[in-house]
């Protein structure tokens, strides 16, 4: 979910090691957000991070299947995800779709509610992944806002038209 939010051209960080969550968090202010992903809810290192994430002042929001669990106590705002799948499997596959229906649902949301600046930085970051991406001799020609490879042609929508679209052509 992080790489989502940075391509709005937002501040995002995720981490699995406790200490460097612990490390965010205490520089977490109130004008940052701390989410806690726990499929059981109970998960201390995610449960501990948020509790820090609150000291500073930040708004805490869980993504947990659980609503008797630790981490509801340590969260502002808590997001449901309704899986059995622990029951029958350890990958947690379905849970992982569930949560990341969620964020796809809350990216789309900030998207929608954004200023031109968010969509600015969607344009940037889509520019700057097609340079990175497409073999060396790709160039941009800046006025149509069109990047040209040795075997892709790729037209991103112009950010002054409300209308305009994002095409691809291969």
């Not at 669990?69 to 990958?91: C, N």
């Not at 990216?107 to 060396?136: M, P, W």
């Amino acid at each position: 979910a992080a790489h989502k939010f940075l391509r709005l051209g937002l501040d995002a960080q995720s981490c699995t090691d406790n200490h460097m969550q612990a490390i965010i968090a205490s520089h977490l202010d109130r004008q940052s957000v701390a989410i806690g992903i726990s499929h059981s809810g109970s998960s201390k290192d995610i449960v501990d991070a948020l509790r820090l994430s609150k000291i500073g002042g930040a708004t805490t929001i869980c993504l947990t299947n659980f609503g008797s669990s630790p981490i509801i106590d340590a969260s502002d705002i808590a997001l449901f995800t309704m899986s059995e799948e622990t029951k029958h499997s350890i990958l947690g596959m379905s849970s992982r779709i569930s949560q990341l229906t969620i964020f796809d649902a809350i990216y789309t949301y900030i998207v929608i509610h954004s200023d031109k600046a968010a969509v600015q930085a969607i344009y940037n970051t889509e520019v700057a992944l097609c340079h990175y991406s497409l073999d060396i001799g790709s160039e941009l020609d800046e006025d149509r806002h069109t990047v040209i490879g040795p075997d892709t042609v790729l037209t991103l929508f112009d950010v002054g038209d409300p209308t305009a679209t994002f095409k691809s052509f291969h």
